[in-house]
């Protein structure tokens, strides 16, 4: 049989439209990148391991020691900046102050509660350099959720920033007797500035493991309940390393976030990201719509961070202009790759060409969370999701992530009764994700919650797919598509998501029930026009002896008083913005009388489908009647909660 040869000219376009399908069809140049972003992280990982030098401290170090990067800004802040050289002798100062003057220790507990500033920056690198652990404090929390945290990091001493200062209450005082408050003031700082910059020893970190607690971060507590997260020293390494690889962080960028830096997203994804790279880590105090940009062009920034909410804010405000030229400036900046979680796909485009954002990259993770999702997309084919992979990255996992069908009645993944193990969901189905965790050394990739069991245990999932396997629990339902990128869905049960927080609807009704008017309260999301995330409301059932106004309706004195007892025990963001008045034998329940949710949330507030239910909502100092009018404006975008 004679062969006829293909010539050349045809079959290198052939070859090359072949490889460009399957390449497009397997995702493989961008497995290549996520795969090339984790070797070397791990390898880097496994040397500071081996070298007893996996504490954050000696990064810092590392580049301050550096001829190539001594002199290069590590830090801005407002007005000043800060060379690598410069914050380590700082952290050194600020080390042998914490040494000598307050006795920190190795291996204790030290709470920073914190805005985003400088201070800070230098507080948690002295801690870290004497082989302490930073517990990071929501500085928005008061009261006793406030005390919670510091009872559950065991902490003596509280580094108190002057702006939250006010938040240190008497009640939180007597609560924490034996635990010393320490606001740090601009006297106090020159104080600590004028020790000698004396460098720790070695032998107070160089025993770490990776698994060992690296930092206390606490999750969104809603009544004073936040779980305290265990952040091992590997995910604080590698999650730097990894994300900094993945979205090309060089030593020449400058790094900009708003974000609070007690979260994991401004600390792991922020901080060490920029360290990683050698790079400049700009901050802003907090999250501000009007100053985001200026600060933005101030500090020359050209990777912006953010989280939930904060696009859509940003792209409801009015367009910036020069106020001599009356140039616009909303591209008049070198931004070119935005880097967060929780962009909604109603605004990703919209906010890209606005600002003239190329790029963007979204992730998927939890605080004590064991694997993440990651989608880097400069088109419009991963727009929207919260991860995507290919062939190569999946064989890689080796079936580490998995979306499993749940039983909504239990609120637990569904198990098959003949066979008692869990059932993947098909492409487009929603389910749990869930991460593989190693059945015997589970500590190794979940370090669960400090001080906690109970927590802990229940993020695990045993015998999902085979006997004794264990699996990561996230609570969060998602769905797959056929080029494996993947969406999320909902938040299982009742948690919800408002103001970039996780805000629990029980321990919002406990507090709401304890309203000496209240009888019963049932908290639930409800989806707001025009606002991402859903706002709280309650279902409450006033108690029979409590008076009523001429409209058979609470009145204006228990309104204010409720309104009043919501905003003193929780914090802004989990605050009830609507109520809804019904009656005992409207408020529906199972058999086992759990409340059910389902049918208030999907009827959300909207006057005409309560039911004829009297809805308020959230006004200044009291709860006022949300009319037809009321929800038209809200609908219609002019009214921001």
Known sequence: ???????????????????????????????????????????????????????????????????????????????????????????????????????????????????????????????????????????????HALAHCVKRAAARLVLVDPTVAGNIGDDVRAELSDVSFEVV???????????????????????????DMGILIFTSGTTGLPKAAIVSWAKVAVVGGYTSRWIGTKSTDVYYTAMPLYHSTAMLMGLSNTLSAGATFAIGRKFSTSRFWDDVRKHNANIIQY?????????????????????????????RLAFGNGLRPDVWNRFKERFGIETIAEFYGATEGSFGTWNLSRNDFSMGAVGRNG???????????????????????????????????????????????????????FQGYYGDKDATSKKILNSVFSKGDAWFRTGDVVRT???????????????????????????????????????????????VPHHEGRAGCAAIILKSDVPLGPDG???????????????ANLPKYALPLFIRVVQAENLQATGTNKQQKHTLRNEGVDPAKNGGDAVFWLKENTYERLTSKDWKKLSMGGVKL
């Open 185 to 211: 003031t601009l006297g106090l700082e020159l104080d600590m500035l004028g020790m000698d910059p004396v460098r720790p020893e070695d032998e107070l970190r160089s025993e770490v493991q990776a698994d």
């Open 307 to 335: 989280v939930g909410e904060t696009c859509r804010y940003l792209l409801s405000a009015p367009p910036a202009t020069d106020p001599v030229t009356g140039e616009n400036l909303d591209r008049k900046h070198n931004v």
């Open 481 to 527: 598509d056929a080029e494996n990128r993947l969406f999320f869905t909902d938040r299982i049960g009742d948690t919800f998501r408002w103001k970039s927080e996780n805000v629990s609807t029980a321990e919002v009704a406990q507090v709401v029930g304890l309203h000496p008017a209240i009888a019963e309260a049932n908290v639930y999301g409800v989806e």
């Open 1 to 143: 049989m004679t062969i006829f040869p293909v010539p050349v000219s045809l079959a290198a376009p052939a070859l090359a439209a072949a490889a460009a399908y399957l390449n497009a069809r397997w995702q493989v140049s961008y497995d290549v990148d996520m795969l090339t972003s984790v070797v070397p992280t791990l390898l880097n990982v496994a040397w500071w391991g081996a070298r007893g030098q996996l504490n954050t401290f000696y990064r810092l170090e590392a580049l301050a020691t550096s001829k190539s990067s001594e002199n290069r800004i590590f830090l801005r802040f407002e007005d000043k900046q800060y060379t690598y050289a410069q914050a380590y002798d700082t952290v050194l100062r600020y080390s042998n102050w914490l040494r000598v003057r307050r006795g920190v220790k190795k291996g204790e507990l030290v709470a920073l509660d914190f805005q985003n500033t400088d201070s800070f920056i230098f507080l948690l690198f002295a801690v870290w350099s004497l082989g302490a652990i930073p517990a990071l404090i929501n500085y928005n929390l008061s009261g």
């Open 553 to 567: 309706g609470p009145t204006p004195e228990t309104l204010r008083s409720l309104a009043g007892h919501v905003r």
């Open 391 to 445: 062939l190569l990255y999946n064989l890689a996992l080796g079936g580490g992530v998995a979306v499993v069908h749940v039983d909504h009645e239990t609120e637990l993944p569904w198990r098959d009764p003949q066979t008692g193990f869990c059932r993947k969901a098909l492409y487009g189905e929603p389910g749990e994700l869930m991460f593989k965790l190693p059945a015997k050394n589970v500590k190794s990739r």
